[in-house]
């Protein structure tokens, strides 16, 4: 059965960090770009960043460049998005997705075959 869950969000100071991590079971992810999206309250979802599943080439939202670090581990069927210097802006849902091939910053929806629940990032003081 093929699972996609996200980990690692959580209540987090302005300026702060996390680091959420995206665990794949039921296939492996070498075939598959990695993308991480966000969604807040009353706004539509947003792509933030992906990784191509080959080279490896990496692409982000403007909103999170110089912040955000999207990473993978094809070894241990995971990937992860290190956010750093976070802002209350930066609230939302964090969601994980997995595109067959390479990605782009259009970050189109559906081009995304699986998605993981979501986890809860909250940027507040």
């Known amino acids: 059965q093929v699972q996609l869950v996200e980990s690692g969000g959580g209540l987090v100071q302005p300026g702060g960090s996390l680091r959420l991590v995206c665990s794949a079971s039921g296939f492996t992810l070498d075939d598959y770009s990695i993308g991480w999206f966000r969604q807040a309250p009353g706004k539509e979802r947003e792509g933030v960043s992906c990784i191509s599943s080959r080279i490896g080439s990496t692409y982000y939202a403007d909103s999170v460049k110089g912040r955000f670090t999207i990473s993978r581990d094809n070894a241990k069927n995971t990937g992860y998005l290190q956010m750093s210097s976070l802002q209350p802006e930066d609230t939302a849902v964090y969601y994980c997705?997995?595109?067959?091939?390479?990605?782009?910053?259009?970050?189109?929806?559906?081009?995304?075959?699986?998605w993981g629940q979501g986890t809860q990032v909250t940027v507040s003081s």
């Open positions: 997705a997995l595109e067959r091939g390479s990605c782009s910053d259009n970050f189109y929806f559906w081009a995304y075959e699986y």
